[in-house]
Nanobody, 116 residues
């Protein structure tokens, strides 16, 4: 059983939208801090957004106002709604679980490609 599975990536034109999903299995996602990261080709993985156990939503400046992180606790799933996409948003998007004194857990990633 894979703990985190991302989906929803794809190819989209600049200005378009995508919604990514991160489905958690084998644990209750809402009791952990959950986050989205991304990694562009040839670059380091960078943080995109957090959804804390306290319900706080925090965004990197580069996506603030365009991306929205959310959770559906009934589905044990986290989402990332991405609007007004730019070519520089291209990369592999990963979700991560952290907290409760346990090691971080990463998903396998989903590719997002934004064409100009």
């Amino acid at each position: 059983q894979v703990p985190l599975v991302e989906s929803g990536g794809g190819l989209v034109q600049a200005g378009g939208s995508l919604t990514l999903s991160c489905e958690a299995s084998g644990f209750i996602a809402m009791v952990y801090n959950m986050a989205w990261y991304r990694q562009a080709p040839g670059k380091q993985r960078e943080w995109v957004a957090d959804f804390t156990t306290g319900g706080n939503k925090i965004y990197a400046d580069s996506v603030k106002g365009r991306f929205t992180i959310s959770r559906d606790n009934t589905k044990n799933t986290m989402y990332l709604r991405m609007n007004s996409l730019k070519p520089e948003d291209t990369g592999v998007y990963f979700c991560k679980r952290s907290g409760r004194g346990r090691s971080d857990v990463w998903g396998q990633g989903t590719q997002v490609t934004v064409s100009s």
